[in-house]
């Protein structure tokens, strides 16, 4: 045991605090209140990181919010009460699965349209033609001719330059000597 009376302190407060939450999961679920880390901290009067700091508390929120009578022990034979947190989570869960099978049915719908709209092009004959890979292919060798063509240009076009350039030199050298 520490003789540290700070210490002391701080854990009897702990303690304190952990009991007013104990109550107030208790008396919530008793009220059929709604169960939430923030609704218990308020009424406990503690912060909702005192709730995140315990796992045991923060375990306790969650699973009254999931089973309400397990909580203050009623076990009347009533049945399970249905938490409005529990409600939700079910109404959530169901948008999110219309909003996943909307999705799908519209990818599946959309498949089938593609393909018809496809053939009905092509038998129309407005189609692109059925070798478009091959035109492709002969796109890319011609641009890389015209790219090797303009090479050998300017190649040509500098060589022509130095031949101009040396014959205005020979040209002046032949008029400086007569």
């Known amino acids: 045991m520490s003789s540290n009376p700070m210490i002391e302190g701080r854990r009897a407060d702990s303690a304190r605090r952990r009991q007013r939450v104990i109550k107030a999961i ?3 679920s008793a009220r059929g209140d709604e169960i939430s880390v ?8 503690v912060d909702r990181t005192f709730l995140y700091r315990h796992d045991d508390l923060l375990g306790q929120v969650h699973a009254t919010q999931v ?7 009623d076990g009347d034979g009533d049945g399970p009460m249905v938490s409005r947190a529990s409600l939700l989570a079910d109404l959530a869960n169901a948008q999110g699965q219309i909003a996943r099978q909307s999705a799908r049915v519209r990818q599946l719908e959309q498949k ?3 393909l018809l ?3 009905v092009w092509r038998e129309t004959g407005l189609g692109a033609p059925v070798d478009v890979d091959q035109l ?7 641009e890389q001719q015209v790219v090797e063509l303009k090479n050998q240009t300017e190649e040509r076009d500098q060589e022509l330059e130095a031949a ?9 050298n032949l008029n400086r000597r007569s």
């Open 38 to 45: 923030s609704a218990i901290a308020r009424a406990a009067g």
């Open 26 to 28: 208790n008396e919530a």
């Open 117 to 119: 709209g496809e053939q």
């Open 112 to 114: 089938p349209s593609e």
């Open 67 to 73: 089973n309400p009578t397990a909580a203050n022990g």
């Open 164 to 172: 101009r350039a040396a014959n205005r030199q020979l040209l002046a």
């Open 136 to 142: 492709q292919r002969r796109i890319t060798q011609l």
